[in-house]
């Protein structure tokens, strides 16, 4: 069963965010704390913090293969999925990002962090 979605405008145009020389921006959007991550063109949104120790993943960099690598363990996680490409078992809480003709938006899933 899928989850139903709220988008939400982070920016009419990607150079609002205030992207780091990594190309990673940290935005808070509805209560939780978001990286958002430019590859090629694309915006990429997951959680702010690795699953791992909690380091935050603004301060890490997108490596050739595209994945967002952590700055504490160098643990590595697909920005698409949230799966650790590294082999540690952790899963990193991934969000969609559409680009429309007003600007990019991110989709929450409705409810509150149960789902009711």
């Excluded at 965010?17 to 090629?40: D, M, P, Q, S, T």
């Excluded at 490409?85 to 003709?101: A, D, Q, S």
């Excluded at 991110?106 to 962090?113: A, P, R």
Aim: hydrophobic share 35%; charged share 25%.
């Amino acid at each position: 069963m899928s989850k139903e979605l709220e988008w939400h405008l982070v920016a009419v145009h990607p150079n609002e965010l205030n992207f780091n020389e990594e190309n990673l921006a940290e935005i808070k959007l509805r209560g939780r704390h978001l990286c958002i991550a430019r590859v090629n063109e694309r915006l990429f949104a997951c959680a702010a913090k690795c699953p791992h120790a909690a380091a935050p993943l603004v301060k890490g960099y997108v490596n050739v293969q595209g994945d967002i690598v952590c700055p504490v363990h160098r643990y590595k996680f697909n920005l698409e999925t949230g799966r650790n490409t590294t082999g540690e078992g952790y899963f990193l809480k991934t969000y969609p990002v559409e680009e429309r003709e007003d600007g990019w938006y991110v989709g929450i899933e409705k409810g509150g962090w149960f789902g009711f």
